[in-house]
C-alpha cells in the first residue's frame, strides 16, 4: 500500500458535508505559527529539563518582572502549584477508583484499571478543573468531565501501544495493557473506558444546566473522532517513512492527535463551569497552544532522555522514522518554538483574574518544564 495515497486523499476529497474542524494553527490567525512577523524575544522562560520543584522555584525568581501585555503572565506569589498538583492528582485518582469498579466480567475491568490507574500527571483532569474554577465552578462541578477525559486519554494509550499502532511494551514504567492481558481483552478495555467515558459525564455532572452538559458532551466527542484524535493518528501513521512532510502538515497532526484533547479538558471546564462563549473561546485558544507545546516537548523528550527516565520506551520515534519537531527543525529550533508556544498561551489568560489563572499558567509552565 502506497503511504502517499492515503495523505492525498485525505487532503484533496471534497467532503461530504460540513465537518466541524478543529482550526488549524496556521490558518486560523491562532499567534502560535513560527512564521508570525513578530521576531521572538527572550522572556523569562527558558527550556531546562526542570523537575516540579524547579519549575516553581523559577517561577517565584521571575515574579519581580514586570509584565506587560506583551510578556508571559507570571503566577501569584502565593500559589503554590506543587501542593495544588499533588492535591488535584490525589482527588481525581480518588474518582477514578470510585468510578471504575471491580465487577464482573472481571477481566475486562481488571484490564480497565490497570491502565486507568497506573499514575501519570492527570495534567489533563487538571486542566479541565482549573478551567472550571477559572470560570467560576467548583472542582465538584468538573470532576465527571475530568475523569472522562482521563479515561479517553487511557483508552488512546492502551490502543497507542498495541502491535498494530506503535507497538510498545512500556508505559509508565510497567508493561503495556496488551503485554498483560492479551491484544483483544486490551482492545475491549480501550472501548469501554471510551464509552463509559460519555456514561459518566452525562450521569455523574450535578448542578449544571443540561445544555451545558450537551455542549460538553459535544466537545468531548468531537475531540477524539475522525475531526479529532483519529484523524490525527491516521494521518500520523501514514506518515511514517515520508520525506516531504512540512511543518503545516505536522501540525495537522498533533493539533488533532494531541491538542484536541487537551482542548477538550480545558473548553468542558469552562462551559460547565458557566463561562460566556468569549471567555470559552479564549480558553479554547490556550489549550491549543499548549498542546501543541506539549507535543514539541514530547517529541524532544524521545531523543533527549532515556527510557528510564521517561517510563516508557525512549527513542521510538527515531526508530519508526516519524516526522518529529527535533527531526524537522533541529532541537534548539524546537526549543525556541516550545517557549514561543508557552508564552502566547499564557497571553491568552490576560485580562483573567490573575489568582484564579494561576493554576493554568502553572500548568502551562509545567508541560514546558517537563523532564518526563
Keep these: 500500500m502506497s503511504l502517499v495515497s492515503p495523505i492525498t486523499t485525505w487532503s484533496q476529497t471534497k467532503p461530504r458535508s460540513k465537518p466541524i474542524l478543529l482550526p488549524h494553527p496556521l490558518k486560523n490567525n491562532l499567534p502560535i505559527s513560527l512564521f508570525s512577523s513578530k521576531p521572538i524575544t527572550k522572556t523569562q522562560i527558558t527550556f531546562p529539563s526542570f523537575s516540579i520543584s524547579a519549575t516553581l522555584t523559577k517561577q517565584h525568581q521571575d515574579e519581580d518582572t514586570k509584565t506587560s501585555k506583551n510578556d508571559t503572565v507570571s503566577a501569584t506569589p502565593t500559589f503554590n502549584f506543587k501542593t495544588y498538583m499533588l492535591q488535584k492528582a490525589n482527588s481525581v485518582n480518588d474518582a477514578l477508583e470510585k468510578a471504575v469498579i471491580l465487577r464482573n466480567p472481571l477481566k475486562i475491568h481488571e484490564s480497565m484499571r490497570y491502565s486507568l490507574l497506573a ?7 487538571m486542566l479541565c478543573i482549573a478551567a ?3 470560570a467560576g465552578g467548583q472542582e465538584s462541578t468538573a470532576m465527571p468531565a475530568a475523569c472522562a477525559v ?5 483508552m488512546s494509550l492502551i490502543h497507542d501501544d498495541l502491535p498494530c ?3 510498545d511494551d512500556l508505559r509508565r514504567g510497567h508493561p503495556t495493557n496488551h503485554k498483560v492481558f492479551g491484544e483483544d481483552v486490551a482492545v475491549l478495555a480501550g472501548d469501554a473506558l471510551l464509552a463509559f467515558a460519555f456514561e459518566h459525564l452525562a450521569a455523574a455532572t450535578k448542578g449544571v444546566s443540561p445544555e451545558r452538559i450537551v455542549r460538553a458532551v459535544f466537545e468531548l466527542a468531537k475531540c477524539i473522532g475522525t475531526e479529532g484524535l483519529v484523524a490525527g493518528q491516521v494521518v500520523d501513521l501514514y506518515s ?3 520525506t516531504e512532510v512540512g511543518l503545516e502538515h505536522l501540525e495537522f497532526i498533533h493539533v488533532h492527535k494531541t491538542a484536541a484533547l487537551l482542548e477538550a479538558s480545558v473548553v468542558m471546564g469552562a462551559i460547565l463551569g458557566g463561562a460566556d462563549d468569549e471567555d470559552v473561546e479564549k480558553m479554547r485558544k490556550f489549550a491549543r497552544c499548549i498542546g501543541l507545546l506539549f507535543q514539541v516537548v514530547d517529541d524532544i523528550l524521545d531523543v533527549t532522555k532515556s527510557s528510564q527516565e521517561l517510563g516508557k520506551t525512549a527513542g521510538k520515534d527515531l526508530v519508526a522514522d516519524k516526522t518529529t519537531y527535533p527531526k524537522l527543525l533541529g532541537i534548539e529550533k524546537s526549543r525556541e518554538l ?3 508556544l508557552n508564552r502566547e498561551a499564557q497571553e491568552q489568560l490576560l485580562g483573567f483574574d490573575s489568582v484564579k489563572a494561576a493554576p493554568l499558567v502553572a500548568l ?3 508541560i514546558a518544564y517537563r523532564d518526563n
Design 132 to 134: 472550571c474554577e477559572l
Design 364 to 366: 502551562a509552565n509545567y
Design 240 to 242: 511514517e517513512g515520508l
Design 165 to 167: 499502532m506503535d507497538n
Design 150 to 154: 482521563e479515561m479517553i486519554h487511557t
Design 119 to 125: 499514575g501519570g500527571k492527570r495534567v489533563r483532569p
Design 338 to 340: 516550545a517557549e514561543k
